[in-house]
């Protein structure tokens, strides 16, 4: 048994997730930590929601509240929608949480004593109207390129070309509208990214065992250009973890706060001392998970995350981890996947594009979605979500294999022998064909979910559930029934023990149906096989069970067209 640490990348606050955001990092790592759990490991596992920045001030505006409130309120909605989708967290936290508040300036503090913090004078664009200084993005203007009049201080979205507010015909804020804008010095303090370049670049080439998706982005950054640049961590902000060096003032940061991306990843640690404390618990609770000097150097940590999100996570919280200085657990594996596009198009939270999550969960429950989307994520590249792939995908592998052979097997018992495991009979050639089958598929399951391959362990499990029906079809219980019951009995008896242990194997992806499965069969020991002959064995005879009702509805046409029609449009 091992230690398994396991986070997600933490969701933004600024409104209801997409099935984009699920399929990159919630959804996988939940599947991985209900494996690891499964396989008897002890997990923990990790997210929360990433609350500070001008969108969430912009959001809150939008929504007439307080910020505080507003992100309150979008933390309990995202909690439940996660919960909902069989997201199953040992804590989902809160990046604005008074545990981040304390550790974000501890790390400050202790990167500053190392030398690795330095104050450096800018120049930005302040807004009158406002009171405030704006982020180039909340900055707009006419292009000088190509004359577009939205375009946006960092970038013109019509034209590509990269710019600074300055460059901007007729700037004005993007908040308020008002071009009563002048630029104003400003004091920050950046994190010397560039002083660590070389232990990272050590530290990375020391994973040989990362996806190359991530190496590459991480080296990307560490070797473009003029390399790892040093990065900004503080803003001029009202809403965000004030700036302090460990628990005391920071003179010239008054009113500042930690830029977002600093904050963020620490809240990982935050979350699981958060956790210990509603536990009651004191800190050897969550220290020996995230301390090695207490307990963590037998913890494995993997962290998933979606590829926008590789440079922080390779460069930015390690230059803070290491540079404390402090033994802090370093993640050992990165899990980073490409982008799911929807339609043809991208899915957008800001242009509402796409199947969000609550809107998902109207149609159709978790495990459609969770299956769909494991089985085709976007793991060596970009995927695309269509209605016809997802109809595809739900009616094939759920409804008319998995589904269809739970069916038929527990149907056809209680037709001949009722609603229990029949006696009578012995398993021949044909089971111990099956069980081989199965045990070399299983064992395939098993190593791609410790590679954390998702998409090729779906595969796997699909095969497995494949097994059962053609089981079915070849030993035809149906037919043998009539001159050879006791058989038939044998045959029954076997297929409802391949139904136990579909569930058990399918749990990690579809845990809902899993449980559903579990309860009509009427099982207790959902344990993980050691040996797939024994576990086809574990229903005896006499045994009782429940037909359950039909474990997965086909997506009809006029479903999926009606479905197509009504997120066709924005939200
Ligand atoms: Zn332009």
């Not at 959001?59 to 309150?72: I, M, R, S």
């Not at 800001?350 to 999550?357: E, N, Q």
């Not at 527990?410 to 012995?426: D, I, L, Y």
Request: one cysteine or more; proline letters at 5%; hydrophobic letters at 40%.
């Amino acid at each position: 048994m091992a230690r398994i640490l396991v986070t997600s990348a933490i969701p933004y606050i600024n409104g209801i997730k997409h099935l984009g955001n699920l399929v990159g990092s919630l959804l996988p790592s939940d599947v991985y930590a209900r494996y690891a759990r499964a396989r008897g490991h002890e997990v923990m596992h990790i997210s929360a929601t990433d609350e500070h920045g001008t969108p969430a001030e912009i959001a809150a505006a939008k929504a007439g509240k307080p910020v505080a409130e507003y992100c309150a309120e979008m933390w309990a909605v995202q909690k439940d929608l996660g919960e909902r989708f069989g997201l199953g967290f040992d804590h989902f936290g809160r990046s604005s949480s008074e545990r981040n508040h304390r550790l974000t300036q501890h790390f400050a503090g202790r990167l500053a004593d190392a030398g690795l913090i330095e104050e450096v004078v800018e120049r930005q664009v302040y807004s009158n109207a406002d009171g405030r200084f704006l982020p180039d993005r909340y900055i707009e203007g006419t292009c000088p390129n190509c004359g577009y009049e939205h375009a946006r201080g960092d970038q013109c979205e019509n034209c590509t070309k990269q710019l600074d507010p300055t460059d901007l015909i007729n700037p004005r804020s993007a908040i308020s509208g008002s071009t009563d804008l002048e630029v104003r010095e400003t004091r920050h303090l950046y994190l010397r990214q560039s002083q660590m370049a070389d232990k990272l670049e050590a530290w990375i080439d020391s994973k040989t065992d990362w996806p190359i998706l991530t190496t590459s982005i991480a080296k990307k950054w560490l070797k473009d250009g003029d390399g790892l640049q040093d990065r900004g961590i503080t803003r001029d902000l009202d809403w965000g973890i004030p700036v302090k060096r460990g628990d005391q003032p920071w003179p010239g940061m008054e009113g500042k706060v930690f830029y977002v991306w600093f904050d963020a990843p620490i809240e990982y640690i935050a979350a699981t001392a958060e956790l210990a404390d509603l536990n009651g618990e004191d800190d050897s609770a969550w220290e020996r998970w995230w301390r090695t000097d207490k307990g963590a150097g037998d913890v494995r940590y993997v962290q998933f995350m979606g590829k926008d999100n590789v440079p922080f996570h390779t460069l930015s919280f390690p230059s803070t981890i290491l540079g404390s200085g402090e033994p802090w657990k370093l993640v050992d594996y990165i899990k980073s996947f490409n982008y799911l596009n929807y339609q043809g198009g991208q899915f957008s939270t800001s242009k509402g594009r796409g199947v969000f999550m609550d809107q998902a969960l109207e149609i159709l429950p978790a495990d459609y979605w969770r299956w769909w989307l494991m089985s085709n994520v976007p793991e060596t590249s970009d995927s695309e979500f269509t209605w016809e792939g997802f109809q595809a995908g739900v009616n094939k592998d759920l409804a008319d294999v998995l589904g269809n052979f739970v069916s038929r097997v527990t149907k056809f018992c209680r037709s001949k022998f009722g609603e229990v495991v029949p006696e009578g009979g012995t398993y021949g050639p044909m089971e111990a064909e099956a069980v081989a089958e199965i045990a070399r598929r299983l064992a395939a399951y098993e190593a791609h979910m410790e590679a954390i391959e998702i998409r090729k362990a779906t595969a796997e499990l699909r095969a497995i559930w494949v097994i059962g029906n053609e089981y079915l079809q070849s030993a035809e219980p149906w037919a043998v029934f009539k001159t050879d019951p006791e058989r038939a009995a044998a045959i029954v008896r076997f297929a409802l023990n391949l139904a136990r242990l579909y569930a058990i194997l399918s749990a990690p992806f579809i845990p809902f149906t899993a449980e559903k499965l579990a309860a009509a069969l009427g099982l207790d020991d959902l344990s993980w096989p050691d040996d797939v002959e024994a576990a086809l064995t574990a229903l005896p005879a006499g045994h009782p069970f429940t037909v359950p009702d039909n474990l997965f509805a086909k997506i009809s046409d006029e479903d999926r067209e009606a479905w197509e029609a009504r997120f066709a449009g924005q939200r």
